[in-house]
């Protein structure tokens, strides 16, 4: 069967090629991408590498030929990736593609305040009404956020945030990466919504600790409300405003319980344990 993964030159879609390179055939691997020359590596593994746009449909529809199961990562394209989104599922539809697994986010609904639940909410009903069949993984956060995070908090003594004493499992790329090839590889997978979590849950008092222990540094929690969150990250962290108030609806959702879940999904689809926030922590700081 030849599986395809769009968006396929970023971090979780590279992720994605090495680890179906483990479960099929080199030749059954059909990577999607606008940047074709960045995946040279992968071709040269076999792999069949083509240009593909979601602004650009018809080259969709190109790249899917032939293919039976295609994997659309969600781009970057803040406010419009919804559109993006359809018009790689309605693509997808004029191909022989029967099934598209779509990387979603954890928990979906309406009340959930972080400014990225909404375009992955509409993706998914655009994809449950198109008439393929569809698998839904609900990634949790990534943990390599909160990983740069520590990184400061470790310099500055204090941890930052607005999470209140809500808790989330941060969840590696790699995991995700390797959860979205055992369904692009496997069957059984149509029609169902995966909630990917990391195997632990943190607060921030918990991230706090974590940090103090991994760096041998005095880290301490400090809780603060979304507008003080939003004032830090621009003033200290160096981000623009939007991106702050986007981080901060995402600290509002995790503190509102939307992210307080845990799961076994990365162990039960991977076959492998899920990595732990400590080792990637370590790993960032190494
Ligand atoms: N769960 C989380 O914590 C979290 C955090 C950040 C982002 N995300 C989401 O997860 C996705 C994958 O994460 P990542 O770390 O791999 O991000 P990344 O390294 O920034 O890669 C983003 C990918 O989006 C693709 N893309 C952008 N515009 C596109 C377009 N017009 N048509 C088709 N593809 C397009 C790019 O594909 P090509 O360049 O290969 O064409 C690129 O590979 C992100 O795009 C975002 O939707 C999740």
Redesign the pocket.
Known sequence: MTVAV??????????VADELFALVEPDEVVL????PD??VAFARRGATVRY????RPDSMQDALTGVERALL?????LGR?AG?HGA?IDAAHGTGVRHVVY?S?LNPIEANPSS?VSEHRATEHKLKASGLAWTLLR????AE?PAGALGRAIATGQLVHNYGDGRIAW?T?QD?AAVAAAVLAGDGHEDKAYDVTGPELFSGDDLATLAATVSGVEVSAVAVDDEAYIANLIDNGGLPEAAARGLASSGRAIRDGYFDQLTTVVADLSGRPARRLQDVLVASLA
């Open positions: 769009t968006g396929a030159s970023g971090h979780l879609g590279r992720a999607v991408t606008r940047n960045h995946l593909g746009d979601f602004d990562i969600s781009t970057t394209a990736r993006q790689a990387t986010i990225v990634n949790d956060f990534y956020l969840v790329r995700c």
